[in-house]
């Protein structure tokens, strides 16, 4: 950062990025301004539901599932790297993830961390595994499907970040629709459930919108940091206040922001 900031042209370039005079700047830096307002909202109820580790699972159950869908849409006659394809393949993996964790929570003696521990670790062996076989492939240009592991926000296009806005805004709007009853969840389960609300229904919706943020975030941060955003957004936000409504605004903005302060960066500096 210290040489950046001799060189000459960097102030140039920082300007350029910030008043997005390059399309592809504008792209990336809505797609992930989107992406971080929503892992920020939907973070701050998983961390207070003390589910952190969740995500984590989450993110990384999602490879075998972006390995499954590319195979199976080269074997249809179909680009396998086709973004909604593989995305759905990442979000049915996710979900298979989050059911596996259930069943071992409920038919064993095993607690939540080795449950956790055990699906991620299975799930990101075997997508390593068929990733390699995807690779090996002799038709469907598997080139660059390894970068999900990691991300790469620069290869975002404009329909990719379409897409991104569109699930955004829906996840915060369900978000805003169930805030009164995902909080109660977060603060008083056990109150909620002798009142009658659909408690499970209510944790399955809030599983199902995280694994729907860790899908989305796949292609910009990859999917062993897509729990980043979840959860450092929503813990510093608790640093401030412990009023839902300000921990999740809190949360969405400072996710929001370190997203856009990210591509900034990463249009600034090259090769960063």
Known sequence: ??????????????????????????????????????????GAFL???????????????TLPGIAVAFMVMVGMGLAGKSMIGLLVGAYIAGLLAMAVIVLIQRTTRLKDDAAIGIVLSVFFGVGICLLSLVQQMPAGNAAGLESFIFGKAAAMLPGDALLIGIVSVVIM???????????????????????????????????????????????TVGLVLA??????????????????????????????????????????IPKL
């Open 1 to 42: 950062m210290m040489l950046a900031a001799t060189d000459p042209t960097w102030w140039e370039a920082f300007e350029r990025a910030l008043l997005l005079r390059d399309a592809n700047t504008v792209w990336v830096v809505l797609g992930v301004l989107a992406l971080g307002l929503a892992s920020g909202s939907v």
């Open 173 to 219: 709007l369900m978000l805003a629709l169930f805030f009164k009853e995902l909080g109660v969840l977060c603060f008083d389960e056990a109150w909620a459930a002798a009142r009658g609300w659909p408690v499970l229904a209510l944790d399955f919706l809030l599983t199902g919108l995280v694994a729907l943020v860790t899908v989305l975030a796949i292609q």
């Open 227 to 268: 729990i980043a955003l979840l959860i450092i957004p929503a813990s510093t936000a608790l640093l401030w206040s412990r009023r839902l409504v300000v921990v999740v605004i809190g949360s969405a903005l400072i996710g929001g922001f370190s997203a856009w302060l990210g591509a900034m960066l990463s249009a600034t």
């Open 47 to 61: 961390v207070l539901r003390r589910r952190a580790l969740t995500a984590d699972a989450i993110s990384h159950a």
